[in-house]
């Protein structure tokens, strides 16, 4: 115990260093919230998966789900999608008929961690002989399933969907935000995992009970080897993330208070030195080996400063061997690859003085304006809670959260109806409404809490493809606003923009301005963020200070405030404006559109336009109904300002320059001016410009050019 009587020295440190990782949003409130948001995203995604019967399952693992992380980090997301059609098995009695079944095997001349994947007969429980170009041939004539052959199989899915990728260890991705991991599952307790349960301990951490839990966990299989392996194509390493993610949850705030400085030291200090040498997962490795040696009474946030250079002291003494242990899985060393020898002696002995001159270079982080804070004369100066900045987290995290399900949900519902007749998509709507149901009287806490978000979002659709019924078979009108109400509370806009456009559509032209100005009042109440549920994303979206303006939590009942993207499928085509129609079929138009009998043609699209540029234009087309030029005029203005003063934030800019493009030609009609048609046409070229090809526009231009068929 006579090593730890010191830590009062360093209370007034320690107290500083806390206020200024809470002004960075290192709080109780934010690592829940963040927390809470993923496994949100995860459970949902999870429910998405189930509704269109896809075998995977998706996973957020590292600092942004753990809660680890603060602004100035700027921590990507790490996505791991399990596979599970594929059954691994570690022994042949584990076989299961009709299942894709795999085996993993350990070779004497492999690494710790890494595992081989053996081929296995579909029809029976034996080596599968036969490669098919499929399998890699190892010694002994073994057929092996490769890990680099299935990294570059993601790469390929991944440029062919979004045009570029990059690629990092075992993680694949399109995105500077984003890294996506293939992983097999491994259910079986491995001996990797029971050696670590079983180990002798210093102290009482992980509590008994915590590593029972553990036990319970599936670990990975991941497609990447050993740096320094000759077999490393055909290597996969075991991966006990959600063990990892356990341990992270059970930590108390004054050990994520650490475990991030950490992280912030890494960033601004140490990386200088070693170049990218050191991980934020060599971090937490850190932060978990010392709280296992440091009595659990200790940690807490007066002591804070002393408990970082234990973590130092622990991590100096790793640097001085070039040994990194793995916290989980015995005999790997995590500097492998990572951290030269060279490299070590200078890092050693830049730790040895930060911690000999009582962490004084912490002054030096350039991050979340820790040095700052610490050089500030009184503590009073920096111990305010950085109101602006938490909401800020808190709305970013909301938006990112509504945009993934929704996305989900969206991709979701097109699978379900693609290239349906209207009664079997129905069908298929209603089919996945019922299972969302029954996770909302089965599930679990958070499952019922996702599966009625998405029940709502998804009985949108379902509302508008009734209405659409309605109008082509003439019922009653009563009956599809009846239905509309019961979905209009999904956010601020797009259900209640999909009424209005179906007045519109059916002629209530006064009930649709009611509509129309509710909307107005609503987006002019107070600052909305547009959200793409479609999945794009604007530079404003991602970045923290647009969401300190914005408050885009629940307001009332379950609607988000938010504005969302209004997205129509063919089989709501009664509701749509038929200018809008056009956006839907863009290949092909010409010979779809010269029927003039938008029921008739094979609409297999869908059409998403921004919830402003669809209000102006709504607007516009009411009051044009209605014979009031000068309003009608008014939203003309409306629509141009929304779309030249928010160019950059529009997600659909093509549609949203079709749209005004439309509504210059009509003018020109109406007024009988001929000199808009060239400003008509000079708006389309504008959407041309946006989006070059498979772009309505292109239609447009050359019916403005000769054929004047349609009016
Ligand atoms: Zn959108």
């Not at 009051?623 to 309003?631: A, E, Q, V």
Request: glycine share 4%.
């Amino acid at each position: 115990m006579s090593d730890y009587c010191a830590p009062e020295m360093y209370t007034a440190l320690s107290r500083r260093l806390s206020a200024a990782l809470e002004n960075a949003g290192v709080t109780e409130e934010i690592v829940m919230a963040r927390r809470n948001s993923y496994l949100m995203i995860e459970t949902s995604l999870d429910i998405c998966s189930n509704l269109r019967k896809r075998k995977r399952i998706l996973f957020h693992f590292g600092s942004q789900s753990e809660g680890t992380t603060t602004p100035g980090l700027r921590s990507d997301i790490d996505i791991l999608g399990c596979d599970l059609r594929t059954h691994v098995m570690r022994d042949w009695s584990q076989w299961k008929p009709k299942r894709k079944n795999v085996k993993m095997f350990k070779d004497k001349d492999l690494p710790p961690q890494q595992y081989l994947i053996q081929a296995v007969r579909q029809d029976s429980p034996e080596p599968e002989t036969e490669s098919k170009g499929k399998y890699v041939l190892f010694k002994n004539s073994i057929l092996l399933v490769g890990s680099e052959s299935r990294r570059k199989k993601c790469l390929n899915i991944m440029f062919t969907k979004f045009g570029r990728t990059h690629t990092s260890g075992p993680s694949t991705s399109f995105s500077d935000e984003v890294d996506l991991v293939y992983a097999l599952g491994v259910k079986d307790l491995v001996p990797e995992i029971q050696q670590w349960i079983q180990r002798h301990r210093p102290g009482n951490w992980p509590p008994q009970a915590l590593l029972e839990e553990c036990k319970t966990c599936m670990n990975f299989l991941v497609p990447v080897g050993h740096a320094d392996s000759d077999t490393n194509h055909v290597e996969w390493r075991l991966s006990p993330n959600l063990i990892e993610r356990k341990l992270m949850f059970s930590l108390n705030l004054t050990q994520i208070k650490c475990c991030v400085l950490l992280k912030i030291m890494k960033n601004s200090l140490f990386n200088s030195i070693v170049n990218g040498g050191i991980t934020s997962f060599h971090c937490k490795t850190i932060v978990l080996y010392t709280i296992e040696r440091i009595p659990v009474h200790l940690w807490q946030e007066q002591n804070l400063a002393f408990l970082l250079i234990q973590c130092l002291h622990t991590m100096q003494r790793w640097i001085k061997y070039g040994i990194c242990p793995h916290y989980i899985i015995k005999g790997v060393n995590l500097f492998d690859g990572k951290l030269r020898r060279t490299k070590c002696k200078i890092l050693h002995t830049y730790i040895l003085s930060l911690i000999e001159n009582k962490l004084q270079g912490l002054k030096q982080i350039d991050i979340d304006n820790i040095g700052m804070a610490l050089s500030e004369q009184t503590i009073e100066s920096i111990q305010h809670l950085n109101c602006i900045l938490t909401n800020g987290i808190q709305n970013k995290l909301e938006f990112d959260r509504v945009g993934r399900q929704q996305n989900d949900v969206w991709r979701c519902l097109l699978e379900v109806v693609e290239n349906k007749s209207f009664t079997n998509a129905s069908k298929n709507l209603n089919k996945i409404l019922r299972k969302c149901i029954q996770y909302y009287l089965n599930g679990t806490v958070s499952e019922r809490t996702i599966a009625e978000q998405l029940f709502i979002w998804l009985m949108s659709f379902h509302v508008s493809m009734q209405a659409s019924m309605i109008i082509q078979n003439q019922c009653h009108l009563n009956k599809c606003v009846i239905l509309f109400k019961q979905s209009l509370s999904t956010d601020v806009t797009s259900n209640r923009l999909k009424l209005a456009s179906f007045l519109v559509s059916t002629g209530y032209l006064q009930s649709a301005l009611i509509v129309l100005c509710d909307i107005q009042q609503r987006l002019n109440a107070k600052p909305i963020k547009v959200c793409c549920p479609c999945g794009n994303r604007n530079l404003s979206d991602t970045l923290l200070e647009t969401f300190t303006r914005y408050s885009v939590g629940k307001c009332s009942s379950n609607e988000n405030h938010m504005a969302l993207c209004v997205r129509f499928l063919k089989y709501e085509a009664f509701c749509v404006p038929p200018a809008l129609l056009l956006e839907m079929n863009r290949t092909g138009i010409e010979a779809e559109y010269s029927k003039l009998d938008r029921i008739q043609t094979d609409w297999d699209r869908h059409v998403s336009v921004d919830a402003d540029v669809f209000m102006y234009y709504l607007k516009y087309l009411t009051y044009g109904g209605l014979g009031d030029i000068r309003k009608q005029l008014s939203a003309l203005e409306g629509l141009t300002e929304c779309i030249q003063n928010h160019t950059e934030e529009l997600y659909h800019l093509e549609t949203a320059y079709n749209l005004l493009g439309h509504c210059v030609e009509m003018t020109g009609h109406c007024l009988e001016l001929t000199g808009l048609l060239e400003k008509a046409a000079s708006v389309y070229l504008m959407s041309l410009q946006s989006k070059p090809r498979n772009n309505a526009a292109n239609w447009h231009i050359r019916r403005l050019c000769g054929n004047t068929q349609y009016t």
